[in-house]
T-cell receptor, first 110, second 113 residues
Framework: RKEVEQDPGPFNVPEGATVAFNCTYSNSASQSFFWYRQDCRKEPKLLMSVYSSGNEDGRFTAQLNRASQYISLLIRDSKLSDSATYLCVVNKSGTYKYIFGTGTRLKVLA | SQTIHQWPATLVQPVGSPLSLECTVEGTSNPNLYWYRQAAGRGLQLLFYSVGIGQISSEVPQNLSASRPQDRQFILSSKKLLLSDSGFYLC????????????FGPGTRLTVL
């Protein structure tokens, strides 16, 4: 089993739709969680750190479920510019290692 | 604010040739630095990690090596490139604090022919 698993997609959604991605992790000692956005042929860019209590930044909401070992990303009112690959990342506290999922592709259609 | 630079942006090299990729960070001191590789359609693979000058941890034994000659400089090298070394090479640094977020440089796209 992979340490971090994501549905590769693609998720094709119309503009204005709400879309949600889940990411599961296998190591219960994982402590820090992140969502990154990666555009084609570009570097990953930090979208959100995922706090234990969940957090929201504009149209984006991230949630953490430690009991079920998954994190989620919700995008409301999707824009064409949201089209990208979304990477789930986990880090075990006290370690240097970050485990990246292979990403979920989102295509927002006009 | 912190900035991370990588060069070159793209590189085409023949099999068997040497490689040197450079990464520098501005606006922070004693950063933790990383080298990753992303093969086409694949996830990020951690290659090397460094906590300070001359301190390198290797994650994947292969024909690549890394060095950290200065606090904010991280270099990825190879003496002889293989076809399988093709990929997108990313340097990253991480913040110190509760969440230890990572930030990436613009990357170097390497094609080995």
């Amino acid at each position: 089993r992979k340490e971090v698993e994501q549905d590769p997609g693609p998720f094709n959604v119309p503009e204005g739709a709400t879309v949600a991605f889940n990411c599961t992790y296998s190591n219960s000692a994982s402590q820090s969680f992140f969502w990154y956005r990666q555009d084609c042929r570009k570097e990953p860019k930090l979208l959100m750190s995922v706090y234990s209590s969940g957090n929201e930044d504009g149209r984006f909401t991230a949630q953490l479920n430690r009991a079920s070992q998954y994190i989620s990303l919700l995008i409301r009112d999707s824009k064409l510019s949201d089209s990208a690959t979304y990477l789930c990342v986990v880090n075990k506290s006290g370690t240097y290692k970050y485990i990246f999922g292979t990403g979920t592709r989102l295509k927002v259609l006009a | 604010s912190q900035t991370i630079h990588q060069w070159p942006a793209t590189l085409v090299q023949p099999v068997g040739s040497p490689l040197s990729l450079e990464c520098t960070v501005e606006g922070t001191s004693n950063p933790n630095l990383y080298w990753y590789r992303q093969a086409a359609g694949r996830g990020l693979q951690l290659l090397f990690y460094s906590v300070g000058i001359g301190q390198i941890s290797s994650e994947v034994p292969q024909n690549l090596s890394a060095s950290r000659p200065q606090d904010r400089q991280f270099i990825l090298s190879s003496k002889k490139l293989l076809l399988s070394d093709s990929g997108f090479y990313l340097c990253a640094w991480r913040t110190s604090g509760v969440y230890n977020e990572q930030f990436f440089g613009p990357g170097t796209r390497l094609t080995v022919l």
